[in-house]
T-cell receptor, first 113, second 114 residues
C-alpha cells in the first residue's frame, strides 16, 4: 500500500519567516495530495490540495508544489504568523477504488513572535 | 450546521471492557471514516464506509467493529479494550464515495485503556 513520509517532525520559525514541510510518497499511482492543519484540541482541517496534473498551487500565503518524477510534494508558508502554529499533515491518495487517504506522521510548526 | 459530532470526548476504560464511539454528520455526506491518531504516527484509518450499508477495513482494523446505522451515523465499537487502543479517535466524512475530496473531521474522542 501507499506509504507517506513527512519531514521535519518539528519546525520552529520566527514570525515573518517562511516554513517548508516536505513529504514523499511511494505509490506512483497517487494523484491527489492534500494538506491538513490541526490546531490544539481540534480535528484536522483541509488547507490546500493539489492534483497530479498540476505542479504548483497557491492560496494567499500558502503554496504546495508537486514533483511526480521524484514522488515528493511540499507545503510552503510565507510570512508566518503566530496563528500558523499547529500540526500539519500531508496525505496522498490514488483516487480510485474505495481506499481512503494515507497520512504522513505530522509536523508541529511553532511560530515564535 | 454542527458538521461532524463525536461522543464521548473523553473516556477511560479498563482492559477488557467494551464501549462504542458515536459519530454523526449533518452534511448529507456519503462517506464516513474512523481514524486513530497516535504520537509520531499521524492518522491511521481503522474503517470506512463509502455509502450507507457498506463498510470496509482500513489500515488498522483489528480489535474494532463498525456500524453504518444510516447515512448520518457511523459508530466504532471496541469489544474488549486493550492498552494498545489508547489513542485519540477521529471520525470524518466526505461528500463523494471516492477518496479525492475534502475530509471533514470531528473534534476527536480521547480514549485511555488502563
Amino acid at each position: 500500500g501507499e506509504n507517506v513520509e513527512q519531514h521535519p517532525s518539528t519546525l520552529s520559525v520566527q514570525e515573518g519567516d517562511s516554513a517548508v514541510i516536505k513529504c514523499t510518497y511511494s505509490d506512483s499511482a497517487s494523484n491527489y495530495f492534500p494538506w491538513y492543519k490541526q490546531e490544539l484540541g481540534k480535528g484536522p482541517q483541509l488547507i490546500i490540495d493539489i492534483r497530479s496534473n498540476v505542479g504548483e498551487k497557491k492560496d494567499q500565503r500558502i503554496a504546495v508544489t508537486l514533483n511526480k518524477t521524484a514522488k515528493h510534494f511540499s507545503l510552503h508558508i510565507t510570512e508566518t504568523q503566530p496563528e500558523d502554529s499547529a500540526v500539519y499533515f500531508c496525505a496522498a491518495s490514488i483516487g480510485t477504488g474505495r481506499r481512503a487517504l494515507t497520512f504522513g506522521s505530522g509536523t508541529r510548526l511553532q511560530v515564535q513572535p | 450546521n454542527a458538521g461532524v459530532t463525536q461522543t464521548p470526548k473523553f473516556q477511560v476504560l479498563k482492559t477488557g471492557q467494551s464501549m462504542t464511539l458515536q459519530c454523526a454528520q449533518d452534511m448529507n455526506h456519503n462517506s464516513m471514516y474512523w481514524y486513530r491518531q497516535d504520537p509520531g504516527m499521524g492518522l491511521r484509518l481503522i474503517y470506512y464506509s463509502a455509502s450507507e450499508g457498506t463498510t470496509d477495513k482500513g489500515e488498522v482494523p483489528n480489535g474494532y467493529n463498525v456500524s453504518r446505522l444510516n447515512k448520518r451515523e457511523f459508530s466504532l465499537r471496541l469489544e474488549s479494550a486493550a492498552p494498545s487502543q489508547t489513542s485519540v479517535y477521529f471520525c470524518a466524512s466526505s461528500e463523494g464515495t471516492g477518496n479525492t475530496g475534502e475530509l471533514f473531521f470531528g473534534e476527536g474522542s480521547r480514549l485511555t485503556v488502563l
